[in-house]
């Protein structure tokens, strides 16, 4: 009865450890949805819902909360992830370890500003854990430092903004910009358009200015800044006017209606790699880039 008991006990407590089911704790974390982590760990929504449940079942505590619109973390989940995301890394290289074919080596990535803070985590994270052998060295700068440091050999793979007609690497997606303010209304009567940009080389800054000079349109820039946290922290101060991609709009702004300002141009994500970098690598990060966004995006 005592052995029974034990063994019992046994296999209770280790099924909280079911990598599966941390797996899928891990994917909701960072999508913020059921729906969106199955959609890229490729299962169904119900398969997902099940691990989240027998996880919680078995640590006997509860490690998410939903409302409305998203799905976070308690601060038993908090406790647990980071001990989820080491034992999925440990896995990780215990694979890689055995596996003839695994990826190795060091590749440069070069990633542009407003990108980083919207998906950027997302993306990464299981092929850091995939190929815990090559070393991922990260570059955040505007899309046009970015193709300069390319040129200069510096980066081996640049995901950052083009403009159309610009037919430089691998489209990911198209989207469209917007003017971004935290009054629309107060800011569009103060004047010459104060403009919140990032300094040049910028591709949204050249946009909103070409299409304010095509209109006639007077303006004046209130805030520089390379980070798109200080230019977030600018709009919602009511400084200004910010130009953005749609699906990376800060939350406390509000897009300016179509017909006050000229409609903006639209831009590019797109892939370029450098010639000479280690195709292996790069093809590899590539195509998961892709397959994350895309995954994102569509769903």
């Given at each position: ?154 980066i081996d793979l640049v995901l950052a903004k083009r403009r159309l007609g610009d037919a430089r690497g691998k489209l990911v997606y198209r989207e469209p910009l917007v003017w971004l303010a935290r009054d629309p209304e107060r800011v569009l009567a103060s004047g ?9 080389p910028s591709v949204t800054r050249v946009i909103a200015l070409e299409a304010l000079g095509r209109n006639g349109v007077p303006w004046r820039i209130v805030c520089t800044c390379g980070s798109l946290s200080g230019l977030t922290a600018a709009a919602r101060a ?62």
């Amino acid at each position: 009865m005592i052995q029974d008991a034990r063994n019992n006990s046994y296999r209770e407590t280790g099924s909280c450890w079911d990598l599966s089911q941390l797996r899928s704790f891990v994917a909701v974390e960072q999508m913020g949805s059921f729906t969106l982590a199955a959609e890229r760990l490729g299962l169904g929504q119900s398969t997902v819902s099940q691990h989240i449940q027998r996880l919680e079942t078995a640590l006997g505590r509860k490690l998410l909360a939903r409302d409305t619109h998203k799905v976070m973390l308690t601060g038993d989940g908090e406790a647990l992830l980071l001990h989820a995301r080491a034992m999925l890394s440990i896995e990780g290289q215990v694979q890689s370890l055995f596996k003839n074919n695994s990826l190795r080596g060091s590749l440069r990535l070069g990633v542009s500003e407003d990108f980083v803070t919207s998906q950027l985590p997302a993306v990464l994270e299981d092929f850091v854990r995939s190929h815990p052998s090559v070393d991922l060295e990260l570059t955040v700068a505007l899309s046009g430092v970015l193709y300069e440091m390319q040129d200069n050999g510096e980066i081996d793979l640049v995901l950052a903004k083009r403009r159309l007609g610009d037919a430089r690497g691998k489209l990911v997606y198209r989207e469209p910009l917007v003017w971004l303010a935290r009054d629309p209304e107060r800011v569009l009567a103060s004047g010459p358009l104060p403009l919140i940009a990032f300094p040049p080389p910028s591709v949204t800054r050249v946009i909103a200015l070409e299409a304010l000079g095509r209109n006639g349109v007077p303006w004046r820039i209130v805030c520089t800044c390379g980070s798109l946290s200080g230019l977030t922290a600018a709009a919602r101060a009511g400084m200004g006017v910010l130009v953005q991609p749609r699906s990376m709009a800060p939350s406390g702004l509000k897009e300016i209606a179509a017909g006050k300002l000229p409609v903006l141009e639209d831009v590019e994500f797109v892939l370029v790699p450098r010639k000479g970098a280690d195709q292996a690598l790069v093809s590899a990060l590539s195509e998961d880039i892709l397959q994350k966004v895309r995954g994102l995006r569509s769903a």
